[in-house]
């Protein structure tokens, strides 16, 4: 696609319940990452796929959180067991992945969940 | 760890006025740098990115940013302002290799009349 496509754009959820936030990045784009923006602060990285694989997932805070990129395509972060810390804005970026490492992220819009 | 400072959360700036925005950065080799914009219900925009070379480098929208590694700064500036800049600015720091970016918590810029 032209650009980086997030959807749902806004999710409501009650506390304890299971969610799912899709990313299609850029027809191409090999790498792609997954952020968190809480209020007030600047996105924060949860994980990074390098094709289908993860090849950093540190910023992932906990075991509720996983992501899965199954065709090196789209990309589905998933959280479990929803709490309200969780509410924040997810944001999707991807980029081509040159031998230089000098890549450039282009982000989506972002989805905005809501744990009530 | 790399970590960002962007120590103004908001700025206020005349419309034509020139505008100056901080970022220093803590990284323990040559990073790469960025700034990003974002306006509401928006994703985050490139504005301009160093990488290597020269250290005043040219963005889109009049934007520019100089490298200081002696400061560990990369200062956003804009000779004039116009309303349409007001967002939030975010200044990043990356390692070389592939780009797990780290974000300051940004500058909100609000352009008054």
């Known amino acids: 696609g032209a650009g980086v496509s997030q959807t749902p754009s806004n999710k409501v959820t009650e506390k304890g319940k299971y969610v799912e936030l899709r990313c299609d990045p850029i027809s191409g784009h090999t790498a792609l990452y997954w952020y968190r923006q809480s209020l007030g602060q600047g996105p924060e990285f949860l994980i990074y796929f390098q094709g289908t694989g993860a090849a950093d997932d540190s910023g992932l805070p906990n075991d509720r959180f996983f992501a899965v990129r199954p065709e090196g395509s789209v990309s589905t972060l998933k959280i479990q067991r929803t709490e309200r810390g969780d509410s924040a804005v997810y944001l999707c970026?991807?980029?081509?992945?040159?031998?230089?490492?000098?890549?450039?992220?282009?982000f989506g819009a972002g989805s905005r969940l809501t744990v009530l | 760890a790399q970590s960002v400072t962007q120590p103004d959360i908001h700025i206020t700036v005349s419309e034509g006025a020139s505008l100056e925005l901080r970022c220093n950065y803590s990284y323990g080799a040559t990073p790469y740098l960025f700034w990003y914009v974002q306006s509401p219900g928006q994703g985050l925009q490139l504005l301009l990115k160093y990488f290597s070379g020269d250290t005043l480098v040219q963005g889109i929208k009049g934007f520019e940013a100089e490298f200081k590694r002696s400061q560990s700064s990369f200062n956003l500036r804009k000779p004039s302002v116009h309303w349409s800049d007001a967002a939030e600015y975010f200044c990043a720091v990356g390692p070389q290799g592939y780009s797990t970016l780290t974000f300051g918590k940004g500058t909100m810029l609000l352009v008054s009349p």
């Open positions: 970026a991807s980029s081509l992945q040159s031998d230089s490492g000098a890549n450039v992220l282009t």
